[in-house]
């Protein structure tokens, strides 16, 4: 991975994060990408050897806080934790998440509960929780993780989809409350990237296939395709942006 550029439009060395998910995936790359631009991360997730391998693997400010987030009721514990590491976060990214994949007729209430509290409640309380130190720096960075689920509907997705729904609405609920003390709050919006998420996916060559060729570009995600959209909504030069869901899905939104 490059270093970031020294443009100050997206300089944030020396800021510090907080990257939820930041074990595999999206999440771990989001996190890679922070800290070649000089930021202080701290990894979470509940895979504490994943982590720490991760961290090691970085000459740069990298800590970590093992917590399963989707037991909410150690949220408030994970959240000091993560303050003792490097102090507040000026910039969380919510990339942590869940998709069952069951069928409409199969939701059982503990998986619909365990999808709606990861993907969507947990991101909102980490923010709430951060936000206050944010608004006495001046400066907050909130990056959410959305979804094509967030526009259309995919088979055995129901749950997911609504949770990532939600993301989208909260995302714009967030910047109407916190915007205005200099805090944005921006959601990406991921096509199919080959992750741990969705592994049954392209473990289905065919359906990888059709997905590539839906999109414009006619190829499907490579992680390297996150890093420039990160970096734009954790920087000055999205300073003017807020509130917005963006698809980094190689127009598979626009067919």
Same mark, same amino acid.
């Given at each position: 991975?490059?270093?970031?550029?020294? #443009?100050?439009?997206?300089?944030?060395?020396?800021?510090?994060?907080?990257?939820?998910?930041? &074990?595999?995936?999206?999440?771990? %790359?989001?996190?890679?990408?922070?800290?070649?631009?000089?930021?202080?991360?701290?990894?979470?997730?509940? $895979?504490?050897?994943a982590?720490?391998?991760?961290?090691?693997?970085?000459?740069?400010?990298? !800590?970590?806080?093992?917590?399963?987030?989707?037991? %909410? @009721?150690?949220?408030?514990?994970?959240?000091?934790?993560?303050?003792?590491?490097?102090?507040s976060p000026?910039?969380?990214? #919510?990339?942590?998440?869940?998709?069952? $994949?069951?069928?409409?007729?199969?939701?059982?209430?503990?998986?619909?509960?365990?999808?709606?509290?990861?993907?969507? &409640?947990?991101? *909102?309380f980490?923010?709430q929780? *951060?936000?206050?130190?944010?608004?006495?720096?001046?400066? !907050? %960075?909130?990056? #959410?993780?959305? &979804?094509?689920?967030? *526009?259309?509907?995919?088979?055995?997705?129901?749950?997911?989809?609504? @949770?990532?729904?939600?993301? &989208?609405?909260?995302? $714009?609920?967030?910047?109407?409350?916190?915007?205005?003390f200099?805090i944005?709050?921006?959601?990406?919006?991921? !096509?199919?990237? %080959?992750?741990?998420?969705?592994?049954?996916?392209?473990?289905?060559?065919?359906?990888?296939? $059709? #997905?590539?060729?839906?999109?414009?570009? !006619?190829?499907?995600?490579?992680?390297?395709?996150?890093?420039?959209?990160?970096?734009?909504?954790?920087s000055?030069? @999205?300073?003017?942006?807020?509130?917005?869901?963006? @698809?980094?899905?190689?127009?598979?939104?626009?067919?």
């Amino acid at each position: 991975m490059q270093n970031a550029t020294h #443009n100050p439009l997206f300089d944030i060395s020396g800021k510090t994060a907080c990257v939820t998910g930041a &074990s595999a995936g999206l999440g771990r %790359r989001s996190a890679d990408v922070l800290l070649a631009a000089g930021v202080r991360v701290v990894g979470v997730a509940r $895979r504490g050897d994943a982590l720490a391998e991760w961290a090691e693997a970085h000459p740069g400010p990298a !800590g970590f806080v093992e917590a399963d987030l989707s037991d %909410r @009721s150690g949220l408030d514990q994970t959240v000091e934790a993560v303050k003792a590491v490097f102090g507040s976060p000026d910039i969380l990214i #919510n990339a942590a998440g869940i998709n069952t $994949r069951q069928a409409a007729d199969d939701v059982t209430a503990e998986n619909w509960d365990l999808t709606l509290d990861l993907n969507l &409640s947990v991101p *909102f309380f980490l923010a709430q929780a *951060f936000v206050p130190a944010m608004k006495q720096n001046g400066f !907050g %960075r909130i990056v #959410n993780f959305a &979804s094509l689920q967030s *526009f259309r509907a995919f088979p055995g997705g129901i749950a997911y989809g609504a @949770s990532k729904g939600g993301v &989208s609405q909260m995302t $714009r609920a967030m910047a109407e409350a916190w915007s205005s003390f200099g805090i944005t709050a921006n959601a990406l919006a991921p !096509g199919f990237f %080959r992750t741990e998420l969705t592994a049954p996916v392209f473990d289905d060559p065919d359906r990888a296939a $059709r #997905n590539a060729a839906q999109t414009c570009i !006619g190829r499907n995600g490579e992680p390297e395709d996150i890093d420039g959209p990160v970096l734009f909504f954790c920087s000055p030069a @999205s300073s003017y942006v807020t509130g917005q869901v963006l @698809s980094v899905d190689g127009g598979y939104t626009a067919k």
